[in-house]
């Protein structure tokens, strides 16, 4: 069985498939850019139950990333209410980028936060993760980049109820922040 999809960004794509390694059967894979099929490998990198590959097309030096898989299911995220859905590394990038609307952030730097989170989901090797486990990851991240985005993401994520909530947030990220 072969999952196979790809997702365009500016000027970078990352690419999912996966073959079957028992049966041997290949996936050819296509540059998402000009669909040439011969791609140079920049840097391979073991990522859990994936091998992550950046690649250079031979054609037209369009740069992309692999993650090549055995994968009889797709990734499922676990939500709050119990119900699952596949992960969806766009509303990962959405989620990220509201958060860091109007802060000094390239948009490289929030591709890059992204694919660091995704690695780490993918390195834990689950085929189901919670949503928290993701939110978590995304807090961590963006507390070493922005603080204010951190706070904004924060105070969506964990929906503050109140603003002694918010407070307390705020507080722990100065006393960490201390504690660096
Ligand atoms: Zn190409």
């Known amino acids: 069985m072969i999952h196979h999809?790809?997702?365009l960004r500016q000027g970078f794509c990352l690419h999912?498939?996966?073959?079957?390694?028992?049966?041997g059967e290949r996936t050819i894979m296509k540059c998402p850019f000009c669909g040439g099929s011969e791609s140079r490998v920049k840097d391979s990198r073991d990522v859990g139950d994936a091998i992550h590959r950046?690649?250079?097309?031979?054609?037209?030096?369009?740069?992309?990333?692999t993650y090549e898989r055995v994968e009889k299911t797709q990734l499922m995220v676990i939500k709050r209410d119990q119900r699952r859905e596949p992960f969806d590394r766009q509303k990962?990038?959405?989620?990220?980028?509201?958060?860091?609307?109007k802060r000094p952030l390239s948009v490289n730097e929030i591709e890059n936060a992204v694919e660091e989170i995704e690695q780490e989901v993918y390195r834990q090797g689950k085929q189901e993760v919670p949503g928290s486990v993701i939110g978590e990851l995304v807090m961590d991240r963006l507390r070493t980049m922005d603080k204010i985005a951190y706070i904004r993401f924060a105070s969506v994520y964990r929906s503050f109820g109140d603003v002694e909530t918010m407070f307390e947030e705020i507080q722990n990220l100065l006393n960490r922040e201390k504690g660096e």
Request: glycine fraction near 10%; charge should be positive.
């Open 92 to 101: 990962l990038f959405i989620g990220i980028s509201k958060a860091c609307e």
């Open 5 to 7: 999809y790809a997702l």
């Open 16 to 23: 999912y498939f996966s073959g079957d390694r028992e049966t």
């Open 54 to 65: 950046r690649r250079e097309c031979e054609q037209c030096k369009g740069r992309f990333s």
